[in-house]
């Protein structure tokens, strides 16, 4: 369990923009936010935080006062396991939020700062889109059910984060790039999807060939768990799951 028992006193200056919402975090310290699931804080009229810090859930209270300053207390975590990036982040989560004094509210960002410091923390209100914050397991792929390779780390898969950015597991390597959604379902991934340079001499996988899916489609569709991304002809690609 965290903890922190600082007191500021609650006032009722608290902007009707920053509350009633959840951010997710998109920056810390300048660099992306890549973890399996989001991370964020829904801020409430109560002064109360609640949300996922990285790997647990998070509840405490927070504090405003002339009109920028802001204070996180009483701060507590569920204690479970994680992946090591996931836990790293929850402690550079709690500690920014130990750390913020005030923070700024820009193009719909908000950003927690210490003094006139960059910021610490850039969050984006969450998106409320099924296909979105969720992370996508790939089952099947051209038509056929997809097995991991012997020595893989884990499943291929994929989410959508709030800010437009996309990232995943292709196998061996990580990738990452853009996207946009349009109405009726029309998803459209950037060409230039990034990834990283490891090397997996162990695992045969088609690494690329699952990226591509993404350069193709044009359409998805969400049936309670299960996500199926289209061509633009409306033809299947790939089905995935939501872990």
């Not at 300053?69 to 569920?78: D, G, V, Y």
């Not at 996931?86 to 402690?91: F, G, P, S, V």
């Not at 969050?123 to 991991?148: A, C, D, H, I, R």
């Not at 033809?235 to 872990?243: I, K, R, T």
């Amino acid at each position: 369990m965290f903890t922190g028992c600082a007191s500021v006193s609650k006032t009722s200056n608290t902007p009707s923009t920053l509350v009633q919402k959840s951010w997710e975090l998109v920056t810390l310290e300048g660099q992306d936010i890549t973890t399996s699931a989001p991370v964020y804080l829904t801020l409430d009229k109560d002064n109360k935080v609640t949300g996922n810090a990285g790997c647990y859930t998070l509840n405490g209270n927070f504090n405003i006062a002339n009109g920028t300053q802001i204070r996180f207390t009483q701060l507590a975590t569920t204690r479970m396991m994680c992946a090591p990036y996931d836990m790293n982040i929850e402690k550079e989560v709690l500690e920014v939020l130990k750390a913020a004094d005030n923070f700024t509210m820009s193009d719909g960002k908000l950003m927690l700062n210490v003094g006139r410091r960059a910021p610490l923390a850039v969050f984006v209100e969450m998106s409320k889109k099924p296909v979105v914050n969720k992370y996508w397991t790939l089952t099947q792929m051209n038509g056929k059910p997809v097995q991991m390779a012997a020595n893989q780390e884990k499943a291929q898969g994929f989410m959508l984060r709030s800010n437009g950015k996309i990232t995943g597991f292709a196998g061996c390597n990580n990738f990452f790039g853009t996207y946009n959604l349009s109405e009726k379902d029309g998803i459209n991934v950037a060409d230039n999807i990034g990834m990283t340079m490891k090397a997996c001499l162990d695992v045969k996988i088609d690494e690329q060939g699952f990226t591509n899916l993404f350069r193709k489609a044009k359409r998805y569709e969400v049936k309670g768990k299960t996500l199926t991304l289209k061509d633009s002809k409306g033809q299947q690609l790939a089905l995935f799951e939501a872990m």
